[in-house]
């Protein structure tokens, strides 16, 4: 059985769980997320609390308690506090803006690069070269900050690319020059 599925959830205040079938549903003052979960996942809430159980004879699918309780616990914060990836652009030229429901990229490429922004994030772009993604569902924020960083990934002998804020981008050395004056 997975540890962290011992621990229940906590509930913040604002935050409701609905159980509707196998639909769980979480509100809150961010807004309204949905899970449908695995048959067997037995979720109870009661005094600001959600825990995650199997139903009796299920025990092969013990393996997905630590799923179910991450994917309620992620659905918790995210109406409750959000989640939010922040990138930046290191390059010559390499500029963003959000145009609509668009993010526009200036990449180095002969033409501009155009995403269309998911339904539930917002971007924000500061300095024409950070970008700010938010939204309520950890997963779509992710994807999305990925998608953006895989138009063009940071290159590792000048670090030119789309990178996360805190991210260490290793770095090769190069060229590391002729050979010292050796004839043969």
């Known amino acids: 059985m997975s540890r962290k599925a011992r621990v229940p959830v906590i509930l913040p205040k604002g935050v409701e769980v609905k159980l509707d079938g196998n639909i769980c549903t979480v509100k809150g ?55 939010e990836k922040n990138l930046e652009m290191v390059g010559v030229g390499y500029r963003a803006a959000v145009q609509g429901k668009l993010l526009d990229l200036q990449l180095g490429f002969s033409h501009p690069v155009k995403l ?45 690319g789309i990178k996360y804020v805190n991210e260490a981008v290793r770095r090769k050395a190069g060229k590391a020059g002729k050979a010292s004056g050796k004839t043969s």
């Open 29 to 83: 003052p961010k807004g309204r997320l949905q899970q449908e979960l695995m048959a067997g996942m037995v979720i109870s809430i009661e005094e600001g609390k959600v825990t995650v159980a199997l139903e009796e004879n299920r025990e092969e699918e013990y393996r997905f308690l630590g799923l179910y309780w991450a994917l309620i616990s992620n659905m918790v914060k995210g109406v409750s506090e959000g989640f």
């Open 116 to 160: 269309p922004i998911p339904e539930g994030i917002q971007v924000a772009v500061e300095k024409n070269t950070m970008i700010q993604i938010k939204g309520i569902d950890r997963q779509l924020v992710g994807q999305f900050a990925a998608d953006v960083r895989a138009k063009r990934p940071p290159e590792p002998y000048q670090g030119k």
